[in-house]
């Protein structure tokens, strides 16, 4: 019997080995572009990085690029309580975030809905978006898409 345990502990670690060495271990897609749906797991300062409130589900969503030259896309998403929208475009690894008028002018910051809930619900969602619309660049790495201010983070995973 004891032999059985440890010939099955032994199996089970040589596959968790296995499983982690050929990326198992990711949050998602590794092969995930930047399009698509992200969930936000944490947000704040480099080695301060908090965790949404568990109930407060936070997405991103952004859509294909308009041309590869352009790389011009949509921004949707929630922030907690309040959904937002704008647009993005990326160069290299250079990220922002604005919106238009009439498809003209650029602006700073996202658009977004203005329903009040929670306070502490509400703290959560402005820091967020500060953080979104003053977004400089991005890196994506095994389904995990980080986007910097420079000063602070949104870590993301791939949703789909």
């Known amino acids: 019997m004891r032999l059985m345990v440890l010939v099955g502990l032994s199996a ?8 982690i060495a050929i990326g198992i271990d990711s ?7 930047l399009e698509g749906t992200w969930m936000l797991k944490y ?17 991103l969503t952004l859509s ?12 949707t998403g929630c922030a907690g309580v309040n959904s ?4 993005y475009e990326v160069n290299g690894n250079k990220f922002i ?8 002018e650029k602006y700073t910051g996202l658009i977004r809905t203005e329903m009040a809930g929670p306070a502490h619900l509400m703290a959560q969602e402005h820091r967020y978006l500060d953080i979104l619309t003053s977004a400089q660049t991005y890196q994506i790495t095994n389904g ?17």
Do not use: H
Not at 27 to 33: E, K, L, N, R, Y
Not at 66 to 72: D, V
């Open 84 to 87: 937002y929208y704008g647009n």
């Open 64 to 75: 294909a690029c308009a041309t590869a030259e352009q790389k011009i896309g949509d921004i």
């Open 12 to 19: 089970l670690a040589v596959g968790l080995v296995i499983g």
């Open 43 to 59: 947000y704040g300062e480099p080695g301060k990085l908090r965790m949404p409130y568990p109930w407060s589900e936070i997405t």
């Open 144 to 160: 995990r898409l980080d986007i910097s201010s420079g000063e602070e983070l949104l870590v993301f995973r791939w949703k789909g």
């Open 97 to 104: 975030t604005y919106y238009t008028e009439n498809g003209e």
């Open 27 to 33: 949050w998602g897609s590794p092969s995930a572009g």
